[in-house]
Nanobody, 111 residues
C-alpha cells in the first residue's frame, strides 16, 4: 500500500505559478500527477519514471515540469503560466497495474 499526500495547491491569477508536492510512503517506478475539473473525468497531467523519463499532456507541455526525488520519497509538479482551464483538483498517483491516489489538492486559476 502506497500512501500519497499532496500539498501546495491554492489560488493564483492567470499567468502565475504554483508548485505542488507529493510525499509518498515509498516510490514506485511510475509516479504522476492527474487532475479532475468539476463535471469532468480525471485526466493525466504528467508522469515520470524512476529513470527520469517524463510524459506530459499536450496542453501543459512547456508550462509544467514534473520531477521526483527518490531519496526523499517526493514527487513535484512545477506549474508556470497557469491558465483558468488548469483549474482542477490535482491528484498524485503511483503505479501502473495497481494504482494509488492521494487525497487531492485544489488549484484555482482566475482570469
Amino acid at each position: 500500500q502506497v500512501q500519497l499526500v499532496e500539498s501546495g495547491g491554492g489560488s493564483v491569477q492567470a499567468g502565475g505559478s504554483l508548485s505542488l508536492s507529493c510525499a509518498a510512503s515509498f516510490m514506485l517506478n511510475v509516479m504522476g500527477w492527474y487532475r479532475q475539473a468539476p463535471g469532468k473525468q480525471r485526466d493525466m497531467v504528467a508522469t515520470i519514471t524512476s529513470g527520469g523519463l517524463a510524459n506530459y499532456e499536450d496542453s501543459v507541455k512547456g508550462r509544467f515540469t514534473i520531477s521526483r526525488d527518490d531519496a526523499k520519497n517526493m514527487v513535484y509538479l512545477q506549474m508556470n503560466r497557469l491558465k483558468p482551464e488548469d483549474t482542477a483538483v490535482y491528484y498524485c498517483e503511483a503505479g501502473v497495474t495497481r494504482v494509488y491516489w492521494g487525497q487531492g489538492t485544489q488549484v484555482t486559476v482566475s482570469s
